[in-house]
């Protein structure tokens, strides 16, 4: 099926990938294996998948002494490779990449890489996993001694730290051709893909320096976010936030803090935008930027350790 496009619109489909650095590959093979994810190395790099998903939605790199995020890769259409050459101002690719596409700096310096893909983000608000029928006189809980793993089916968003959020946002919807869901002031703001996706495709938030806050990993269930955090909880990753549900994106969420101060997130039920409906993009208080209900965010939940 061919992927449903915005009429007359020049603009990104996905987030391909995103590429940090980190200074000892073994402690982020260890944190995205327990997290669920399918952890390929490949020499001094791993690559990150989701299982049943032929897509690689990130790549590690060993390099530095703390973590760094390098770049950042948007899927785009074949029919519009040309057009983007032309609305753009190139450069050159990021040395740790393959080199194909069309690249440009981001008003932070931060290569961005516009490769033609296939569109990973998705099409359509994506389903719950079924629940199973219990018949009456037997437990709903699933069993703690047996849990399965929980397993993330795709890569939902990644939200980046920049000194300047609305810089951003107009690079986003006037270069990469994607549009504002929400915001709150110059704190934060929420941008979804005009082909189609979730309520964010990447989000900004505002620090002293760029950075990488967090990734969002689609799960199948409420309880999948709760026993994502049990799991991680078990493999010592102890330190996190939630489970809680956002107003903005209305996603349930579970964020377990990485080796590096960054968060990895569960999320559940992520509003949908489908590609011919107008978003109606908001600016909202900044006490609803955040939460409707969970627990009180953690002090350093905002710090960014890439810069301040
Ligand atoms: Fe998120």
């Not at 948007?74 to 194909?100: M, N, Q, V």
């Not at 929980?150 to 107009?170: A, E, G, I, Q």
Request: charged fraction near 20%; charge should be negative.
């Amino acid at each position: 099926m061919a992927a449903l496009k915005r009429p007359g619109v020049l603009g990104v489909h996905s987030v391909n990938r995103f590429i940090f650095s980190v200074p000892d590959l073994g402690e982020a093979e260890r944190f995205y294996k327990a997290f669920g994810l399918d952890v390929r190395r490949s020499g001094q790099r791993l690559d990150l998948y989701t299982y049943g998903h032929p897509h690689c939605w990130a790549s590690v790199h060993e390099q530095g002494e703390k973590k760094k995020f390098q770049y950042i890769s948007y899927g785009i259409s074949e029919e519009d490779i040309d057009a983007f050459r032309k609305r753009i101002t190139a450069c050159e690719p990021h040395p740790l990449s393959d080199g194909k596409g069309l690249w440009l700096l981001d008003p932070d310096g931060v290569p961005n890489q516009l490769v033609v893909g296939p569109k990973v983000s998705p099409s359509a608000k994506t389903l719950p996993v079924g629940k199973a029928q219990v018949p009456p006189g037997k437990g709903a809980a699933p069993t703690r001694s047996r849990a399965t793993p929980v397993r993330p089916r795709y890569l939902s968003h990644v939200l980046r730290f920049t000194p300047d959020v609305p810089r951003m946002t107009r690079f986003c919807t006037e270069t990469l051709g994607m549009r504002l869901s929400d915001k709150s002031a110059d704190i934060v703001a929420f941008i979804h893909g005009a082909h189609g996706s979730d309520h964010h495709l990447v989000a900004f938030a505002k620090a002293g320096a760029p950075g990488l806050h967090h990734t969002s990993w689609d799960v199948g269930s409420f309880d999948e976010v709760g026993q994502g955090a049990e799991q991680m909880r078990a493999a010592g990753f102890t330190d996190g936030w939630g489970v809680g549900r956002h107003m903005l994106g209305s996603n349930y969420f579970y964020y377990v803090r990485d080796p590096w101060g960054s968060y990895a997130e569960y999320s559940f039920d992520i509003d949908f935008v489908p590609h011919d409906l107008d978003w109606p993009a908001a600016d909202h208080a900044p006490e609803d930027a955040f939460y409707v209900w969970g627990p009180a965010m953690p002090e350093n939940f905002v710090t960014n350790y890439e810069g301040q």
